[in-house]
């Protein structure tokens, strides 16, 4: 692995520094399998029978990645914020469909998600940039705004399976709380802001223990590449607390709308098990 400065052009402008950058062999990735061998040994040892899942793991990442990073390097050519904006619609719409399958037990869930998902990215993406945290240039969008989409994705199919799981616990409090005349908002709104906090925890535990207990990817990968220590804390704080926000707005969002699926125009509960 060896590390080659990165080309600055004259006129360039950036808030953050460019870091060197690494070029990493085709060897030392596959150098990289012998702990994925160390993996199935221990499948193998324990009969947990994970041989032919690693093995796809590994083969799935591999094209997976091999392609992302000749499509981010062709967005990254083109230069195009039109280009970078269908990329991003297009993770938006992957994540809607990973996020469905964690919360198959709140109906109607696609449209809550897809909007939780593209509200956060767009707020959290335009408040930076209209910072000046970011340059509006690919090289910041597309990763920055796949964070972005990720951990929203992941706070949204949290909290919408908690909030499923919640009324399903509670549809009898749910019912009597309708028949003394709550509307249906009225009914869960705890279970709204219980929903909520479980999908939010992860990310704060996260933000609580970074530097202690371990290292975030970007700041390990600006450290690897060269970057000054203290230049790759400030990029990874940056990242983290606007990480804070968009989940936050991508949660509220799906539970807000996500919990209508569970009643009727007149705010009935609907049994779902019938």
Not at 30 to 42: G, I, P, S, Y
Not at 111 to 132: D, F, Q
Request: charged letters at 15%.
């Amino acid at each position: 692995m060896r590390t080659r400065q990165s080309r600055v052009l004259p006129l360039e402008r950036s808030v953050l520094p460019l870091s060197p950058t690494v070029d990493v062999t085709l060897g030392e990735v596959a150098a990289a399998l012998v702990l994925v061998a160390l993996a199935a040994a221990v499948s193998l040892w324990r009969r947990a029978d994970l041989e032919r899942d690693l093995g796809l793991a590994v083969l799935r990442s591999f094209l997976q990645l091999t392609a992302v990073g000749y499509l981010i390097q062709a967005i990254f050519d083109s230069d195009s914020l039109w280009v970078v904006a269908a990329l991003l619609a297009g993770m938006v719409g992957v994540g809607t469909l990973t996020a469905r399958s964690r919360a198959r037990a709140v109906p109607g869930a696609v449209w809550p998600i897809a909007l939780a998902l593209s509200v956060s990215a767009a707020v959290t993406l335009g408040i930076v940039l209209a910072l000046g945290v970011f340059e509006p240039e690919p090289r910041y969008l597309v990763p920055v705004g796949g964070m972005v989409i990720g951990n929203a994705m992941t706070a949204a199919g949290v909290a919408l399976n908690r909030l499923a799981d919640e009324v399903r616990d509670q549809a009898n409090r749910i019912e009597a709380a309708l028949a003394l005349g709550a509307t249906s908002r009225q009914a869960v709104a705890g279970l709204l802001t219980r929903s909520l906090r479980s999908g939010l925890i992860p990310l704060i535990d996260q933000t609580k223990t970074t530097g202690l207990v371990s290292f975030p990817g970007v700041m390990v990968g600006m450290l690897v590449a060269g970057a000054e220590p203290l230049d790759a804390v400030r990029l990874q704080l940056i990242l983290l607390w606007t990480l804070l926000g968009s989940v936050a707005l991508a949660g509220l969002i799906a539970v807000s709308l996500g919990y209508r699926g569970f009643f009727t125009r007149a705010h009935q509960l609907i049994d779902h098990q019938a």
